[in-house]
């Protein structure tokens, strides 16, 4: 399965921004999606899942400003992002979970080609 994501741009602290992910595959429904970050110099780190059944799980950075959604009829996953801050600038991406901790980049693949999130102070 090919993952891409996109909807990344250059907002205003305090904006929003959604971005999407896109499945080549129907089998995308099988599968826990989530979506990681990696600003400049840091590791990739864990954003938010949501699994087959629309269960969902967010880092602590996350939650109360961003939402994962996902349409599977349409094999997109979404990421609707608001009160958007400087420390949100990274690439985006999503991927494929394999099994494990959700929190553990190791435990994805399939990783689509990230989209660039900048929020301006």
Not at 11 to 30: K, P
Not at 53 to 81: C, E, H, P, W
Request: proline share 2%; glycine share 10%.
């Amino acid at each position: 399965v090919q993952l891409q994501a996109s909807g990344g741009g250059l907002v205003q602290a305090g904006g929003s921004l959604r971005l999407s992910c896109a499945a080549s595959r129907r089998t995308f429904s099988n599968y826990d999606i989530a979506w990681f970050r990696q600003a400049p110099e840091k590791e990739r780190e864990f954003v938010a899942v949501v699994t087959l059944n629309g269960i969902r799980y967010y880092a602590d950075s996350a939650k109360g400003r961003f939402t994962i959604s996902r349409d599977n009829a349409k094999n997109t996953v979404n990421l609707q992002m608001s009160s958007l801050k400087p420390e949100d600038t990274a690439v985006y991406y999503c991927a494929i979970f394999m099994g494990g901790r959700y929190f553990d980049r190791h435990n994805y693949n399939s990783w689509g080609q990230g989209t660039l999130v900048t929020v301006s102070s």
